[in-house]
């Protein structure tokens, strides 16, 4: 009898050969047709909507009234997603895959693969197999051919998006990345609004250059001085400039295009992870905190200079430094985390976020979706309706054990 394994060399090819004259509206089909090869009578691909809050199908003509969006909590595709473990199951005799869809641990969606009770298909390793063979190739070629058409994008946007939240999007790194040494990991909100934060990282060679920034003000505006910053941070790393010199050519690149009234706020930092040591300037920002075995161990606030742009900063910003240990998490944050107010005037405030994050570490979350949920916990608190932005971003230096069990 043949077997879904039987025919994953020919669906793998197929995606393969297909994808060179693809567009991103010929995805759908291509599941299909690869989903065809190995027996399943139904493939589909989720993509994750910007909120994280639901999987939106992809979907052409012939699929477009027949699937529907699956909430990422409540369902099993929603716990593949959540969890980033294939999961099985589902309403309908049979067996159905639910397949996490990740670039290397940057989630992206789910892959849906449904076999009917007449295919005789046990969930047996060997379909396991196929489901994350097809769900890693899905993950290549949904990023390769979102550049070049707006399928994908449409579909993760349950709202309209403002035009400063548009560029500010178009600037972020992904989400998450994790390394056997490093994970970063940030979320944005409110996401179809977002103006003024951001975040940027990357990983070269022993050194996790990581940073956050807050554009002072709203709306355009603010995006364009954020944009400016990590664009003029981006430009100083890959030239080779020192921790202090990036500083400086930010601060000057915000000063002559914006003018001595116009700022942001600051922490650019590196992490050399053989030792752990962590080396930071901090630019009017709030300070990061040391989360170490369920609990905070240190706020890192002994040298906070001015903001970047205003003209102020010193002839020689003082670098700090903190080793960290094995396993320790560094949290990065906005202004309005913290201060994201109920409708009683309550703050969130910084002892509930640490209680958020620790609670949610303790739980065994991956750190993305740790960092999925305190962005809800913001917005819930907010009641949806954030008046400022809010950007968390986590940094954990990792040993060997925990790298294996960090997706």
């Known amino acids: 009898m043949r077997t879904p394994a039987d025919g994953v060399l020919a669906a793998l090819q197929s995606l393969l050969r297909s994808a060179h004259l693809s567009r991103a509206d010929d995805l759908p089909a291509m599941i299909t047709e690869a989903g065809d090869q190995v027996g399943a009578s139904r493939s589909v691909i989720y ?6 809050l639901e999987l939106v199908p992809l979907t052409d003509d012939s699929t477009e009234s027949s699937v529907l969006p699956l909430t990422v909590d409540g369902t099993l595709a929603g716990r593949a997603f959540r969890d980033l473990v294939l999961h099985t199951g589902g309403p309908d005799p049979g067996v159905t895959l639910w397949v996490p869809i990740v670039d290397g641990t940057n989630r992206l969606g789910v892959l849906e693969l449904t076999f009917g009770p007449d295919d005789e298909v046990e969930a047996d390793e060997a379909l ?27 579909a993760r946007r349950r709202r ?13 790194p992904p989400l998450t990345f ?19 934060d951001s975040f940027d990282y990357a990983v070269n060679g022993d050194v996790a250059h ?7 003000g709203h709306g ?41 009234d116009k700022f942001v706020t600051a922490i650019v930092g590196e992490l050399d992870t053989r030792s752990g040591m962590w080396t930071w300037v901090s630019c009017g920002h709030p300070p990061a905190l040391v989360l170490r075995s369920g609990r905070v161990v240190k706020t890192l606030d002994a040298t906070v200079g001015m903001p970047l742009g205003l003209g102020l900063l010193a002839r020689d910003p003082e670098i700090a430094t903190e080793r960290l240990e094995p396993g320790d998490r560094l949290l990065l944050y906005t202004d309005g985390v913290v201060e994201a107010r109920d409708a009683d005037g309550e703050f969130f405030g910084t002892e509930r976020l640490v209680e958020f994050v620790i609670r949610e570490a303790a739980a065994g979350r991956p750190a993305a979706e740790t960092m999925r949920r305190v962005n809800l916990a913001i917005l819930e608190h907010q009641e949806g ?12 230096w990792l040993t060997d054990e925990a790298a294996r069990s960090t997706p």
């Open 210 to 216: 990581v940073a956050i920034v807050d554009a002072m």
């Open 47 to 52: 993509v994750i909507d910007y909120d994280q």
């Open 220 to 260: 355009l505006e603010a995006t364009l001085l954020s944009t400016v910053a990590i664009g003029a941070l981006r430009n100083a790393r890959r030239g080779g400039e020192s921790l202090v010199d990036t500083v400086r050519i930010i601060e000057a690149s915000i000063a002559t295009h914006f003018g001595p």
């Open 178 to 196: 994790v390394s056997p040494q490093v994970a970063v990991t940030g979320v944005l909100a409110p996401t179809t609004d977002v103006a003024g």
């Open 128 to 154: 396991l197999t196929v489901g994350r063979d097809l769900a890693a190739l899905v993950a290549e070629l949904l990023l390769a051919r979102a550049l070049y058409g707006d399928a994908v994008e449409r």
């Open 160 to 172: 309209p998006m403002t035009i400063p939240a548009e560029l500010q999007w178009q600037l972020l």
């Open 385 to 396: 309706a954030l008046q400022d932005d809010a950007t968390t971003v986590m940094v954990e």
